[in-house]
């Protein structure tokens, strides 16, 4: 949204008080006086062509003051220039401090509409509104305290840029003026969060798989539904508890120094036969080769380096992330304390995403510089 925008907005408001001023009185005509009366869009108690009433216009020589037409005004109110008004200079911005001082509107440089946030990455809940609640920002208006001209918000909090912003719900300003979130977080209850989570209590927790708050705060799965999958209540299915044949290597966009097939491994061998080395961030693996039930994902790495983080996913719903940052993940996949749990599902694939590493060299290919030896699901 720019300036233009914003000028035309307020011509547009300016035409639709001319209309019911030409009009005068209410829509029904009547001479109800003030706020909630019929002709609310006069000032009764100042506006000498409607003073005290609707159609009540006081003489060229009076003035309409405390809803009464006078030769002058009730102190500490005062006539400036030739207007039929009486001004407060301690609270009027158009009159502030002395007559013909108006303070100004806001010099801001507009962003665009809205809070900012990226997709909460959460369902929306019931088919309804997407998670993204809020105004984003509006703009402030000039205001008079005590014959010195300032800003004020109607609604939100007014920061440096002269703009009032919803900190609840601003990407840029939440919570507070000087709180941005992540390119990648989104702002709820004036907490950053990571899509896939939301605040809950002051904490970011995963309403995609947290059977306690499930696509929501506070919504809990029970009865015949006790899982929680992808945001919603679940019944799941029953894992044989054994490992699955996702043995096969469906595709890998790996770049690293070892390009090997770690799917069809339970147990570590640290050989480039089934070493796959992760060169950047968003590098993944995918294994196939069976449709089963899982409820646990496994991995094997390479001794003490080569760690890094993956975020796992069974099909398209991730179902966690497995972190081997200062872990030693040797022997099984399916025993080694590298894997995840998660609600049980039938899962025909199963995605390993690189999102970090450890620092360490492993290949110097550079990026996360992370290894997988074996994968395990059960």
């Not at 006081?58 to 037409?69: K, M, Q």
């Not at 990455?121 to 997407?130: E, F, K, N, Q, T």
């Not at 992760?278 to 390479?302: P, R, W």
């Amino acid at each position: 949204m720019n300036a233009t925008h914003v000028g035309l907005a307020v011509l547009a408001a300016i035409a639709v008080v001319a209309v019911a001023c030409a009009t005068g009185g209410g829509p029904d005509g009547s001479d109800a006086g003030g706020e909630g009366g019929a002709c609310p869009e006069f000032d009764l108690q100042n506006d000498a062509k409607h003073c005290g009433s609707c159609t009540k216009a006081c003489a060229a020589t009076e003035v309409c003051s405390a809803g009464a037409c006078k030769g002058q005004c009730d102190p500490p109110t005062v006539k400036c220039g030739t207007a039929q008004t009486c001004s407060d200079l301690g609270k009027d911005p158009g009159n502030c401090g002395q007559c013909g001082t108006a303070c100004a509107l806001p010099d801001a440089s507009l962003p665009d509409t809205g809070t900012g946030n990226p997709d909460s990455g959460i369902p929306v809940p019931d088919g309804g509104v997407a998670f993204d609640a809020g105004t984003g920002w509006s703009l402030a208006a000039p205001l008079c305290d005590k014959g010195k001209c300032g800003l004020a918000c109607d609604g939100g909090t007014l920061c440096s840029d002269d703009l009032c912003w919803d900190t609840p719900n601003a990407h840029d300003h939440c919570g507070d003026c000087n709180t941005k979130c992540a390119a990648g977080e989104w702002c709820r209850a004036s907490h950053c969060c990571a899509p896939g989570k939301m605040n809950c209590a002051a904490v970011c927790i995963d309403v995609l798989s947290d059977p306690n708050n499930c696509g929501g705060c506070g919504v809990l799965c029970s009865g015949g539904k006790p899982y929680c999958a992808n945001g919603t209540c679940t019944a799941g299915c029953v894992p044989s508890g054994t490992r699955q044949p996702f043995n096969s290597v469906v595709s890998s966009t790996t770049t690293g120094c070892w390009n090997g097939t770690p799917c069809g491994q339970d147990t570590v061998v640290l050989t480039s036969t089934y070493g796959k080395n992760f060169a950047a961030v968003g590098q993944e693996l995918v294994c196939g080769g069976t449709t089963a039930c899982v409820g646990h994902v496994g991995i094997g790495t390479y001794s003490s380096i080569c760690q890094g983080t993956w975020d796992v996913y069974c099909n398209a719903t991730k179902v966690g992330t497995i972190n081997t940052l200062n872990k030693v993940c040797v022997g099984t996949a399916m025993t080694n304390g590298c894997n995840i749990a998660f609600t049980p599902m039938s899962c025909s694939t199963l995605r390993l995403v690189a999102t970090a590493g450890s620092g360490q060299t492993c290949c110097g290919t550079g990026g996360p510089d992370a290894m997988i030896t074996a994968v395990s699901a059960w």
